[in-house]
């Protein structure tokens, strides 16, 4: 099968213009006859559901949390960027592009990433018109603030707190159309697998979270908007319920996978503290706009850093990197801090930590300025760790925050499942090996509100569909079989619990499949992710009934998916002998320690296609630079 | 390092919304203070499961307090000790060595209890889709500088929108109240140039749902604000009792 991205032809501003006249638009009265299936109400979810319903599609729109206000994008602090260029500072939608093309090092697609910047100021005039309340200067203007990659300040934001009133704004529309009566909502309500027929996505399994019922639902398109896989790391920044098995189940039924080796790892994390731990906490990039990271110049130096004077201090980033100082991307900041704790310069009991210092900022500006800025930041790092980050530094470390990889779609955000259609971080698609902060909140609402809803109308415009029901074998058997899968793991008994092979598949992924990956390191990863799946399936032990609310066993599912992913993380980055941002292979490096990336080799999309247990065949998918030159990534 | 600490627990346990429920009581050694109460409790639920045992059921998610999913009373005070925190932001360095420590659900009747400690919100969103939005269609918004918002109104309308839905104000509620959470939104649209055209609209319906989901009447006891993982303070249930009166004089439907 030959991969076609799609992408329209054109000069690249105007690619997306000419689509949109180019593409099939349904009839307003037909639109009400499709039936569309949105997966997840985050800012992708809750914004195609809403949207969809708008315009008259009939809409079925599942969360697995109580109520869609719930889903992960509300953990989002820093905020949205946007080329508004309201600060005067020289910004445009070509700069935004840019940045985001260079700050992905090279490896997303030109089209999607210029049509992400030109959709960017429509999320702001339409959260601004729902009632997002951004922060505002005293002449009633936006305030904004500059992140990491960037040399503007382009990015929106509502305290710490932007995904958190940004999901509240697409969930107030998801309700509007609920009322309505376009969109239903079904909580607790959890896909475990999609249905093809004649080749073509129609509909879904689920298995609601309360009783333990399995449901067929039918359709004529759908959307998965899911998020990402970070949870196979067992320790992340995601919410203890994002998961990677709707992506993936559908991944199962022919829809390709893209680059599953890039994912990242944020740099400014509260870091952990003990076995017991159950998640990380992220500590906004923002941060960085005020804070110095630093650690101490001399191996062992374990003085309080109060008493560690300022010669003896190395501000690592400002010093490698004089230009972008602390704001340098997360994947250079993240494996800088690893390679200063590797050194044995790392802070606090583990030797596990950086500093992160707002002294300086404190002294310039007040600290009445600074408890604006962060104030809730400030709090909860003080609610973790017990210790006042207004007098001490906080400790940070990198965690898992996020996958640029996902499953594949063209620039209609379709799969190679017809029908099939993939948006926000469950898609592989804009942000290249490295997402630049306050780029995924523009990712979400871009797909939801301003692409999807116009290019599935293409899709149903131009579509044969044939009329199906839920009675249909394809529907009947998928759901006998997802049914035994959730019976089969209730009945093993095993000796091991499901969080204990949780945790052992997350050391395997952070120490082969982390911050950085050698030859040697992936094969070992490769051999015992299956030995420790083949050990799953014999020996979980999952607690509880099938038929009541029953987390154990949701999580045993879950798992169970996360010992298929993971060997596949595992794979594509063996592949994979370039580094690229957040993809760092020892074997390729610059002189000075960067990341190095082999054009000549790899500029493609890996879009892997599963075929049996442990075997895919790997489809390549070339980038093609026509408006930026590929350069070395440099942030001095 | 700190020592660690045992916990004794007394905890509402219910199969399902219609079977019996009755407080349980558990032991759980080996805490660490700078845990979570929340990771007390998954230490709880692997030696359950170790043991064979039904763990207990409790929603969570995003374990930093945002996303307004956790939600238990503990030793009598939604959201537990600490106040302006979540359940899954108290740690417990909050406890002594020994102390016995009572877990019960939510108690209202518009939130049915699911399981154990779970309970089904679902009568928020109801409330919410009758009014709790601007009617704006994609596509369609104005140049965002187009709207103006003074600074002062913009940092009240957030303090309002920093709502998370948790439900603590209808749990420390003696009249199971939901005003609070109405109010949040009806003030924060209210504060905002944007949310004026359906302004009297909004604060009917959305207060004539709060009644039909069997929440009760506000009679200013305050104990919501004391709970209230984000501080949000009851001025804005003032602000509703204006709109809706005022909305009630001007609007018959």
Not at chain 1, 313 to 335: C, H, I, Q, W
Not at chain 1, 417 to 441: M, Q, T, Y
């Given at each position: 099968?030959?991969?076609?991205?799609?992408?329209p032809?054109?000069?690249?501003?105007?690619?997306?213009?000419?689509?949109?006249?180019?593409?099939?638009?349904?009839?307003?009265?037909?639109?009400?006859?499709?039936t569309?299936?949105?997966?997840?109400?985050?800012?992708?979810?809750?914004?195609?559901?809403?949207?969809?319903?708008?315009?008259?599609?009939?809409?079925?729109?599942?969360?697995i949390?109580?109520?869609?206000?719930?889903?992960?994008?509300?953990?989002?602090?820093?905020?949205?960027?946007?080329?508004?260029?309201?600060?005067?500072?020289?910004?445009?939608?070509?700069?935004?592009?840019?940045?985001?093309?260079k700050?992905?090092?090279?490896?997303?697609?030109?089209?999607?990433?210029?049509?992400?910047?030109?959709?960017?100021?429509?999320?702001i005039?339409?959260?601004?018109?729902?009632g997002?309340?951004?922060?505002?200067?005293?002449?009633?203007?936006?305030?904004?603030?500059?992140?990491?990659?960037?040399?503007?300040?382009?990015?929106?934001?509502?305290?710490?707190?932007?995904?958190?009133?940004?999901?509240?704004?697409?969930?107030?529309s998801?309700m509007?159309?609920?009322?309505?009566?376009?969109?239903?909502?079904?909580?607790?309500?959890?896909?475990?697998?999609?249905?093809?027929?004649?080749?073509?996505?129609?509909?879904?399994?689920t298995?609601n979270?309360?009783?333990?019922?399995?449901?067929?639902?039918?359709?004529?398109?759908?959307?998965?908007?899911?998020?990402?896989?970070g949870?196979?790391?067992y320790?992340?920044?995601?919410?203890?319920?994002?998961?990677?098995?709707?992506?993936?189940?559908?991944?199962?039924?022919?829809?390709?996978?893209?680059?599953?080796?890039?994912?990242?790892?944020?740099?400014?994390?509260?870091?952990?503290?003990?076995?017991?731990?159950?998640?990380?906490?992220?500590?906004?990039?923002?941060?960085?706009?005020?804070?110095?990271?630093?650690?101490?110049?001399?191996?062992?130096?374990?003085?309080?850093?109060?008493?560690?004077?300022e010669?003896?201090?190395?501000?690592?980033?400002?010093?490698?990197?004089?230009?972008?100082?602390n704001?340098?991307?997360?994947?250079?900041?993240?494996?800088?801090?690893?390679?200063?704790?590797?050194?044995?310069?790392?802070?606090?009991?583990?030797?596990?930590?950086v500093?992160?210092?707002?002294?300086?900022?404190?002294a310039?500006?007040?600290?009445?300025?600074?408890?604006?800025?962060?104030?809730?930041?400030?709090?909860?790092y003080?609610?973790?760790?017990?210790?006042?980050?207004?007098?001490?530094p906080?400790?940070?470390?990198?965690?898992?925050?996020?996958?640029?990889?996902?499953?594949?779609?063209?620039?209609n955000?379709?799969?190679?499942?017809?029908?099939l259609?993939?948006?926000?971080?469950?898609?592989?698609?804009?942000?290249?090996?490295?997402?630049?902060?306050?780029?995924?909140?523009?990712?979400?609402?871009?797909?939801?509100?301003?692409?999807?809803?116009?290019?599935?109308?293409g899709?149903?415009?131009g579509?044969?569909?044939?009329?199906?029901?839920?009675?249909?074998?394809?529907?009947?058997?998928?759901?006998?079989?997802?049914?035994?899968?959730?019976?089969?793991?209730?009945?093993?008994?095993?000796?091991?619990t499901?969080?204990e092979?949780?945790?052992?598949?997350?050391?395997?992924?952070?120490?082969?499949?982390?911050?950085?990956?050698?030859?040697?390191?992936?094969?070992?990863?490769?051999?015992?992710?299956?030995?420790?799946?083949?050990?799953?399936?014999?020996?979980?032990?999952?607690?509880?009934?099938?038929?009541?609310l029953?987390?154990?066993?949701?999580?045993?599912?879950?798992?169970?998916?996360?010992?298929?992913?993971?060997?596949?993380?595992?794979?594509?980055?063996?592949?994979?002998?370039?580094?690229?941002?957040?993809?760092?292979?020892?074997?390729?490096?610059?002189?000075?320690?960067?990341?190095?990336?082999?054009?000549?080799?790899?500029?493609?999309?890996s879009?892997?296609?599963?075929?049996?247990a442990?075997?895919?065949?790997?489809?390549?998918?070339?980038?093609?630079?026509?408006?930026?030159?590929?350069?070395?990534?440099?942030?001095? | 390092?700190?020592?660690n600490?045992?916990?004794?627990?007394?905890?509402?346990?219910?199969?399902?919304?219609?079977?019996?429920?009755?407080?349980?009581?558990?032991t759980?050694?080996?805490?660490n203070?700078?845990?979570?109460?929340?990771?007390?409790?998954?230490?709880?639920?692997?030696?359950?499961?170790?043991?064979g045992?039904?763990?207990?059921?409790?929603?969570?998610?995003?374990?930093?307090?945002?996303?307004?999913?956790?939600?238990?009373?503990?030793?009598?005070?939604?959201?537990?000790?600490?106040?302006?925190?979540?359940?899954?932001?108290?740690?417990?360095r909050?406890f002594?060595?020994?102390?016995?420590?009572?877990?019960?659900?939510?108690?209202?009747?518009?939130?049915p209890?699911?399981?154990?400690?779970?309970?089904?919100?679902?009568?928020?969103?109801?409330?919410?889709?009758?009014?709790?939005?601007?009617?704006i269609?994609?596509?369609?918004?104005?140049?965002?500088?187009?709207i103006?918002?003074?600074?002062?109104?913009?940092?009240?309308?957030?303090?309002?929108?920093?709502?998370?839905?948790?439900?603590?104000?209808?749990?420390?509620?003696?009249?199971s109240?939901?005003?609070?959470?109405?109010?949040a939104?009806?003030?924060?649209?209210r504060?905002?140039?944007?949310?004026?055209?359906?302004?009297?609209r909004?604060?009917?319906?959305?207060?004539?749902?709060?009644?039909?989901?069997?929440?009760?009447?506000?009679s200013n006891?305050?104990?919501?604000?004391?709970?209230?993982?984000?501080?949000?303070?009851?001025?804005?249930?003032?602000?509703?009792?204006r709109?809706?009166?005022?909305?009630?004089?001007k609007?018959?439907?």
């Amino acid at each position: 099968m030959k991969l076609d991205s799609k992408i329209p032809s054109g000069p690249l501003s105007e690619k997306w213009d000419k689509h949109k006249f180019d593409i099939n638009v349904v009839n307003p009265k037909n639109k009400r006859k499709f039936t569309i299936i949105v997966v997840g109400t985050g800012l992708g979810g809750a914004s195609a559901a809403a949207s969809l319903g708008e315009l008259g599609y009939r809409v079925k729109n599942f969360c697995i949390q109580d109520s869609p206000r719930r889903a992960h994008s509300i953990g989002a602090q820093g905020g949205i960027n946007a080329a508004k260029n309201y600060q005067n500072d020289g910004d445009s939608v070509w700069r935004l592009f840019y940045d985001t093309i260079k700050g992905g090092d090279y490896r997303a697609r030109e089209a999607n990433v210029y049509r992400l910047a030109q959709n960017s100021n429509n999320i702001i005039d339409q959260a601004v018109a729902q009632g997002v309340p951004f922060a505002r200067e005293y002449g009633g203007l936006f305030a904004n603030r500059s992140f990491g990659g960037a040399l503007v300040s382009r990015t929106f934001y509502a305290r710490g707190q932007t995904g958190q009133q940004l999901l509240l704004g697409a969930y107030s529309s998801l309700m509007a159309q609920v009322h309505a009566g376009s969109v239903q909502i079904f909580p607790r309500e959890e896909m475990v697998d999609l249905v093809l027929i004649q080749g073509k996505a129609r509909g879904i399994i689920t298995r609601n979270l309360r009783t333990g019922e399995f449901n067929a639902h039918t359709a004529d398109a759908v959307v998965l908007a899911t998020g990402g896989y970070g949870t196979a790391y067992y320790l992340s920044t995601l919410a203890m319920n994002s998961n990677a098995s709707a992506i993936w189940r559908a991944h199962k039924k022919g829809a390709f996978f893209g680059n599953p080796c890039y994912v990242q790892i944020h740099p400014t994390c509260i870091p952990r503290s003990g076995d017991y731990q159950s998640k990380l906490t992220l500590m906004s990039e923002s941060l960085r706009n005020d804070g110095r990271v630093w650690v101490p110049k001399n191996k062992g130096d374990k003085r309080p850093p109060s008493q560690i004077p300022e010669g003896d201090r190395d501000y690592y980033l400002e010093r490698k990197y004089p230009t972008f100082g602390n704001m340098v991307p997360r994947d250079v900041a993240s494996r800088n801090a690893k390679e200063v704790c590797d050194d044995g310069r790392g802070i606090g009991d583990t030797g596990l930590a950086v500093y992160l210092d707002f002294k300086n900022a404190i002294a310039d500006f007040g600290r009445k300025t600074i408890e604006e800025r962060y104030g809730n930041l400030f709090e909860m790092y003080h609610l973790i760790t017990d210790e006042d980050a207004y007098k001490t530094p906080m400790r940070i470390f990198p965690a898992v925050h996020y996958s640029m990889g996902g499953l594949w779609v063209d620039y209609n955000l379709m799969t190679t499942v017809p029908g099939l259609h993939v948006i926000g971080e469950a898609n592989f698609s804009d942000h290249g090996a490295n997402r630049l902060g306050a780029s995924a909140l523009m990712q979400g609402l871009s797909d939801g509100y301003f692409v999807i809803p116009y290019t599935i109308g293409g899709y149903l415009g131009g579509a044969s569909l044939e009329k199906i029901s839920s009675e249909d074998d394809a529907f009947k058997n998928a759901l006998a079989s997802s049914k035994g899968k959730f019976e089969k793991l209730l009945s093993i008994k095993g000796n091991k619990t499901v969080k204990e092979f949780h945790r052992d598949l997350g050391q395997i992924l952070w120490d082969k499949v982390g911050m950085a990956r050698n030859e040697k390191g992936l094969k070992e990863a490769i051999k015992e992710i299956p030995k420790l799946r083949e050990e799953f399936w014999q020996n979980v032990k999952v607690a509880g009934e099938a038929e009541t609310l029953n987390k154990n066993l949701e999580f045993a599912a879950r798992v169970g998916d996360y010992l298929e992913l993971g060997e596949l993380m595992a794979r594509d980055a063996l592949n994979r002998r370039e580094s690229c941002g957040g993809h760092f292979r020892i074997e390729s490096q610059t002189e000075e320690g960067e990341a190095l990336r082999n054009d000549e080799k790899f500029t493609y999309v890996s879009a892997w296609e599963f075929k049996k247990a442990s075997n895919w065949e790997l489809h390549k998918e070339p980038l093609i630079f026509e408006n930026v030159t590929l350069t070395q990534r440099s942030y001095k | 390092m700190k020592k660690n600490i045992s916990i004794h627990l007394k905890v509402w346990r219910q199969k399902d919304a219609n079977s019996k429920g009755k407080m349980v009581s558990h032991t759980v050694n080996g805490v660490n203070p700078d845990m979570s109460f929340l990771e007390m409790l998954d230490t709880l639920n692997e030696d359950l499961i170790k043991k064979g045992e039904e763990p207990l059921e409790f929603d969570n998610d995003c374990r930093e307090g945002i996303c307004g999913m956790c939600g238990l009373v503990i030793n009598g005070t939604a959201h537990g000790p600490n106040s302006g925190t979540t359940t899954c932001e108290l740690r417990m360095r909050e406890f002594q060595n020994g102390d016995t420590i009572i877990v019960e659900p939510w108690r209202a009747k518009a939130f049915p209890i699911i399981k154990d400690l779970v309970v089904d919100r679902q009568s928020f969103d109801r409330i919410i889709s009758k009014g709790g939005y601007i009617s704006i269609r994609v596509g369609n918004a104005p140049e965002a500088t187009s709207i103006l918002v003074a600074k002062e109104n913009a940092d009240l309308a957030m303090d309002a929108a920093a709502c998370i839905g948790c439900g603590a104000c209808v749990a420390a509620c003696p009249n199971s109240s939901a005003s609070l959470f109405t109010s949040a939104k009806i003030s924060q649209l209210r504060l905002l140039p944007q949310g004026e055209p359906e302004r009297n609209r909004r604060a009917l319906n959305m207060v004539f749902q709060m009644d039909e989901e069997l929440f009760g009447n506000c009679s200013n006891h305050a104990e919501c604000q004391a709970v209230c993982p984000k501080s949000v303070s009851i001025t804005h249930i003032a602000r509703m009792r204006r709109e809706y009166l005022k909305a009630a004089i001007k609007y018959v439907d």
